[in-house]
Nanobody, 126 residues
């Protein structure tokens, strides 16, 4: 098992930046694919970004491509989400998620992830 704790959310003006962190504890962090999802009222939980356990290949949702950057530090058991050029529509609760190295799971699918953090709120004002 792995426990996930997000931090770094807050209030920011449109055009600004934030960096979210997700600290993991438990089994070997480097063996987990890590993802970020977000949820805002009235919408489905949306895939934001993910990074594989193996080579650290990043994947992004269409709405954040070119603005957000996911990275991981396996020495610190932490995954980051750098969010640039923020827009009011980025306002949501952001969740960190993980699954143990498994081939064949769609990396952008919520159902692929076995472990979730409690979420951190991001509010982007216009």
């Amino acid at each position: 098992q792995v426990q996930l704790v997000e931090s770094g959310g807050g209030l920011v003006q449109a055009g600004g930046s934030l960096r979210l962190s997700c600290a993991a504890s438990g089994r070997t962090f480097s063996m987990y694919t890590m993802g970020w999802f977000r949820h805002s009222p009235g919408k489905e939980r949306e895939f934001v970004a993910a990074i594989t356990w193996s080579g650290g290949t990043p994947y992004y949702g269409d709405s954040v491509k070119g603005r957000f950057i996911i990275s991981r530090d396996n020495d610190k058991d932490t995954v980051f989400l750098r969010m640039n050029s923020l827009k009011p529509e980025d306002t949501a609760v952001y969740y960190c998620a993980a699954y143990w190295r498994t081939f064949g799971r769609p990396i952008e699918a919520r159902t692929s992830y076995d472990y979730w953090g409690q979420g951190t709120q991001v509010i982007v004002s216009s």
